[in-house]
């Protein structure tokens, strides 16, 4: 059995492949191998598989995109704790492993740093900004499309930098929750990070992610809220590297590799 036949699928194979907590473990970041190294490892990957980070056991932890189950993604955590290098990494991995015609990218952002060369890949729609009329015709596009590739292969990812920022944009509201919504269910799906000292600013968006994935994370208060326990695991998270999902009782850390330029 190889490598990509062994990788483990969220919410599809995952409880099969994590039988108890998974302890976290002190790795130094420079320890880390390199995004294009891991990619060239387990490849190639199913075109519906998206690779998110590396289990402690080594194996590579990957979203089923044609499994709409687990729903919106969101990417929660301190400042500095990784989540815009995730998106980044999420972005640069479809560019490096993806065919456009399978798997495309668009990113929603008022932060251009470390993104202005992601916009040049075949398989990237664009990168757009907040409170802006491009972006609501965009979004508008995306329903359309949504209600019409019945018969489509591709799968779209939104990566939405700052949920904080989304909310300030009443104008995307409607559409957006729609594509929170009905999203993966017609092969959108929405990657969105949110600031964890924010969490509670953003209660009315927070039930439309089934699915959340957590970096260092500080104050107890902001780990009750949106994990509902007090567990100590999220504060020993290795910032900037480091990530940890709860599937069922259990919990599944796993590593960033370094983007390339890091190496």
């Known amino acids: 059995m ?5 990788s483990t699928f969220i919410f599809d194979t995952l409880a099969e492949s994590t039988p108890g907590i998974r302890a976290v473990r002190t790795q130094p970041t420079t320890a880390l191998p390199t995004l ?47 989540k ?21 990218f668009t990113v929603l952002t008022d932060k251009r740093t470390g993104w202005e060369s992601m916009d040049q890949s075949a398989n990237c729609e664009g990168i757009l900004s907040f409170d802006h009329p ?6 508008n596009s995306l329903v359309d499309w949504a209600h019409n590739n019945k018969h489509e292969k591709q799968f779209i990812l939104l990566l ?27 092969r959108i799906w929405p990657i969105v ?3 964890a000292q924010h969490s509670q600013d953003a209660r009315q968006w927070l039930e ?20 509902g326990s007090t567990n100590d695991l999220l504060r020993e998270l290795v910032p900037g590297s480091q990530f940890t999902m709860r ?17």
């Open 2 to 6: 190889n490598d990509t036949n062994r």
């Open 36 to 82: 294009r190294g891991v990619l060239q490892k387990f490849s190639p990957l199913p075109h519906e598989a998206l690779f998110l980070g590396v289990a402690d056991d080594g194996l590579p932890v990957l979203l089923n995109l044609r499994d709409p189950v687990p729903g919106p993604v969101l990417i929660t955590g301190d400042s500095k704790s990784g």
């Open 84 to 104: 815009t290098k995730f998106l980044q990494i999420i972005a640069r991995t479809i560019g490096q492993s993806h065919n456009p015609e399978n798997i495309r």
């Open 134 to 139: 491009l972006t609501t015709k965009y979004l």
């Open 160 to 186: 939405v930098d700052g949920l904080e920022a989304l909310m300030a944009d009443e104008d995307i509201h409607q559409i957006f929750r729609w594509l929170l919504l009905r999203g993966p269910a017609r």
């Open 193 to 195: 990070t949110l600031n």
């Open 208 to 227: 439309s992610f089934r699915t959340r994935l957590f970096g260092r994370m500080a104050g107890v208060r902001d780990v009750q809220y949106l994990t």
């Open 247 to 263: 599937e069922s009782k259990d919990w599944l850390s796993f590593w960033l590799p370094k983007l390339d330029e890091e190496a």
